[in-house]
């Protein structure tokens, strides 16, 4: 994989520092939890803004006969340090108006101590300080690269907000949450690296010195508090700390610490004998400890904590996706220039690669000379017979990070000998330009004169391996390959399994090897009718898929059961109660239209599950007309008689529709279409839908009847109506 | 009774208190920092006898144990017989601040050759023994004594 420098410094930085950033998140969350609960203290006093110091000295100095000093922190509690009217020490909280002691201070907690070290310091003093703050300005620049790979990701800073599509958890997640915790996560940095630049004096610090003569002041005639200019334009909101006067001595002053400045106050006169700004440093330095403690807000530390959960998810998410990368890495056995099949890949993030890898390793297998590469290693091939190039499309329509040269090194190299070509796309519909970088390859590839193409392009949604099939198969046929077509081999680790309880199933007869499986899923399970169902009879790896039914709220499907096939052995051999590791695919080409002004439902065999469970759920009673084909009249073909009677009197069902093969009216389904050939002619024409779901012989020969009527009365086949979606199929 | 014994014992304690404070003393002690750079300061308040051991802690201004054997001399004292001064402690001071805190002194210790030790320690920075150190005297106690590392100066007064 080529990784973009942005890709490439944002995973080195995590690398280095992921264990250190965990730690400072799980403390860090921890902090801001206690930073909240401490914010939201009964003690804090109110409204300090409208107070005072001449207000609240006044009323303080005739409680308290001594004071040492008096504090106001960030969570606005008011401290008083001094000695009572009993002649006790106090240190506790005040309210400012009356005096009142209304708490005593609490110190941290030891866990919160120690959580705190550990988060500074990594109980290491220095080393352990250092490393800190190194990774705060390490945490700093992942943010800035992962801001810049959003803005790459998303083609420009104007389509930062612009919508992400869902493909994996992990990647999404990163991106989506990423987008929205990048800011406050490199505020955190920015500030924990400020304080540690800070703590270790490499920026400017210049201490307070209040110079102050000591006036000789001949006579002491003590002036009231309540007169001092000073302490009456200050309001209790401004302060931090007032120092009291040790003792009478005249070289003993108020100092009054307020949030940017300092004052000596002379204890006799109310004048100011020295005031000085703090520094700007300082003040950055109290705005830092704010914006990374969350102190001085509920809100912010909540955003704190849930950004530093952020972080850990990051970690998380971040190391899943390159994982995956790594596992998708190329190895070839063969040199590019001996290799007779070029197997040529574009890929974002890997996924694409593992279908090519398994045409790769297949060739291998058979002894082929196959060499696997990135599309930007495109070179001259000597040897080379079939070129086949497996792409996505990133972003809209363009090429993937290793493919962005593809274009001018066609241009650049040309090929000796004529080459049969191929082209897969992949990409999601999920996307506005659906294989859009597919599509401009196979354009691209075309216009070379080397160039043979041997099959169409195909196109791959969702990483289908049933789709990718379909091109093996077409692949299969003009190369004389003889590759797997069973989608497991392309299929990754089955996600989403799911455990499903066997509530009925019905037995084969002597003259009918069908049987219906009724499965219920967990609630979670989302499905409906025309959806897959996979399961895993061999615990191999290898999956079997059956069209099903969704019937008040169960799984039905419809099973033939082969003498030789483990997967319909498999599910006759469950017994009612039995559980089972499965999945749902979807299959969003397959379900019933929403709205349609008529359906056709054409099947054979155990084609009808999915049309049962579309008939039971026709609740807007869309004209429905169900067209099946069955060998002859068995028991479960009254079950499905006694069905359709039962939906054509609740209208679910307008018509239903049986031909007999070997008994009875002795037709094929084909002869009721022929038979209705002006109902279907119509039902097209007025934008009707078909959906044919069986065997791939009943689908041939269902597509070549509707082909002959078409042309018959349009002059046209079904070619419109199936690339409009109008005649789906699902068939086997 | 039972609540008769609790009155009894009551009177006692606060009788036996009431004569133990009679011969003590409690002063306000105002400690000055320097400027100097780098984290909060430990500083412990011992008293010293005329022998030159430690024989009480009055005050330590740190409150997280792992520091404390930075505050070596002390420390080698301390660690031996650790004593509860969680009702003496309170936090570390740092540069250019100042910290007022009271102790009570035994009437008799003054003027015996005993010394108050003001012992200070800074987080990977330099250790003094006798920051500063006042004569238990009456002269001692009134005046102003500057200090030789972290402390600029110490003032002591009395409490009424």
């Known amino acids: 994989m080529t990784l973009s420098v942005w890709r490439y410094a944002h995973l080195a930085l995590a690398l280095f520092s992921f264990i250190f950033l965990a730690l400072a998140s799980v403390t860090g969350v921890i902090l801001a939890v206690d930073a909240v609960r401490e914010r939201a203290s009964p003690y804090r006093a109110d409204n300090i803004e409208n107070i005072s110091l001449t207000e609240t000295l006044t009323v303080l100095r005739k409680a308290y006969p001594e004071i040492t000093e008096i504090s106001v922190d960030h969570n606005q509690h008011i401290v008083l340090q001094g000695v009572d009217a009993n002649g006790d020490d106090v240190e506790a909280y005040i309210n400012p108006r009356t005096g009142a002691l209304s708490g005593k201070p609490e110190k941290k907690s030891d866990f919160i101590q120690w959580i705190t070290a550990l988060h500074r310091s990594l109980f290491l003093h220095e080393a352990g300080r250092f490393f800190i703050g190194l990774n705060a300005f390490l945490l700093m620049l992942i943010s800035v690269s992962g801001i810049a790979l959003i803005i790459q990701r998303q083609e420009g800073i104007r389509r930062f907000f612009s919508r992400i599509v869902k493909d994996d958890f992990a990647q999404y997640y990163h991106v989506v949450t990423g987008r929205l915790a990048l800011i406050p996560i490199f505020i955190i940095a920015l500030s924990g690296t400020y304080l540690s630049l800070v703590r270790f004096n490499l920026l400017p610090q210049p201490k307070i010195n209040h110079e102050v003569e000591t006036v000789a002041s001949d006579s002491p005639s003590e002036k009231n508090i309540a007169d001092f200019a000073v302490f009456s334009n200050t309001m209790l909101s401004e302060v931090r700390k007032i120092e009291f006067p040790f003792s009478d001595d005249p070289d003993e002053y108020y100092v009054l610490k307020l949030k940017d400045r300092e004052m000596v106050i002379d204890q006799f006169t109310g004048n100011v004998l020295s005031n000085v700004q703090y520094p700007f440093t300082a003040l950055l330095e109290t705005l830092s400890l704010d914006l990374h403690t969350g102190r001085t807000s509920i809100v912010w530390a909540i955003v704190l904590a849930i950004a530093s959960l952020n972080i850990l998810f990051f970690i998380y998410s971040g190391f899943s996706m390159t994982v995956r990368r790594i596992a998708t890495r190329i190895t070839n056995k063969h040199k590019p220039h001996e290799s007779e099949f070029i197997l040529l890949v574009g890929s974002e993030n890997g996924s694409t690669l593992r279908f090519a890898n398994a045409i790769h390793q297949q060739l291998l297998a058979n002894k082929r000379t196959s060499f696997l590469a990135e599309l930007n290693n495109y070179a001259v091939f000597p040897k080379a017979k079939h070129l086949v190039v497996f792409t996505s499309t990133h972003g809209l329509g363009h090429a993937p990070s290793n493919a962005n040269k593809l274009v001018s090194l066609l241009s650049k190299n040309t090929q000796t000998q004529s080459v049969y070509t191929s082209v897969v796309g992949f990409g999601s519909h999920a996307y506005p330009d659906f294989c859009g970088y597919a599509r401009t390859v196979d354009e691209v590839l075309a216009r070379q004169p080397w160039a043979e193409p041997l099959v169409t392009l195909h196109t791959v949604d969702d990483k289908s391996p049933l789709q990718f099939t379909q091109w093996v198969k077409a692949w299969n046929e003009k190369t004389g390959l003889s590759l797997t077509t069973a989608p497991a081999l392309y299929n990754g680790v089955p996600e989403g399994l799911r455990k499903m309880h066997v509530l009925e199933k019905t037995m084969v007869a002597s003259n009918d090897e069908t049987f219906l499986l009724t499965l219920k899923p967990d609630r979670k399970t989302v499905f409906t009718s025309g959806d897959l169902l996979a399961i895993y009879p061999d615990n191999n790896g290898k999956e079997r898929l059956y069209s099903i039914s969704k019937s008040k709220g169960n799984i039905q499907l419809a099973v033939k059961l082969h003498p030789s096939g483990s997967g319909s052995r498999y599910l006759y051999d469950l017994n009612p109660g039995a559980v089972i590791s499965a999945r749902i695919v979807h299959n969003k080409g397959f379900h019933f239209p929403q709205p349609a002004p008529a359906v056709a439902l054409i099947a054979n065999g155990t084609g009808i599950a999915p049309f049962l ?56 389904v084909m002869d009721l279409i022929k038979r209705d050939a002006k109902f279907f002619v119509n039902l097209l024409a007025v934008g009707g839908v078909v959906m044919i779901c069986g065997s791939l012989a009943m689908l041939q020969d269902v597509e070549a009847t509707l082909d002959q009527i078409c042309i018959k009365r349009f002059g046209a086949g079904i070619a419109t109506y199936k690339s409009s979606g109008q005649v789906v199929a699902d068939c086997y | 009774m039972k609540l008769l014994m609790k009155l009894c014992l009551v009177c006692v304690i606060t009788c036996f208190s009431f004569h133990a404070s009679a011969q003590k003393t409690k002063y306000k002690c105002l400690l000055q920092m320097s400027n100097y750079m780098g984290e909060g300061a430990y500083v412990v308040v011992s008293l010293i006898n005329p022998k030159g051991e430690y024989e009480k802690t009055l005050y330590v201004m740190g409150d997280d144990k792992e520091w404390y054997n930075s505050l070596k001399e002390w420390y080698k004292v301390y660690s031996k017989r650790p004593t509860d001064i969680s009702a003496i402690t309170g936090a570390s001071v740092t540069g250019g601040d100042r910290s007022v805190t ?4 035994d009437n008799t210790k003054v003027n015996k050759g005993y010394k108050l030790r003001f012992e200070t320690a800074v987080e990977d920075q330099q250790y003094h023994v006798d920051d500063v150190e006042i004569a238990l005297t009456d002269e001692g106690l009134a005046a102003r004594t500057e200090g030789k590392g972290y402390i600029r100066y110490v003032k002591l007064s009395k409490s009424e």
């Not at chain 1, 479960?636 to 009677?645: N, T």
């Not at chain 2, 009271?102 to 002194?105: N, P, Q, V, Y």
């Open chain 1, 613 to 668: 469970g579309m008939v039971e759920q026709n609740k807007k009673k869309t004209e429905v007309h169900l067209y099946c084909g069955f060998r002859r009249r068995t028991e479960l073909i009254q079950r499905y008689e006694g069905f359709a009677d039962e939906y054509m009197q609740k209208q679910h069902l307008k018509t239903f529709n049986i031909a007999f093969s070997q008994e009875e009216n002795h037709c094929y």
């Open chain 2, 102 to 105: 009271t102790f009570e002194i």
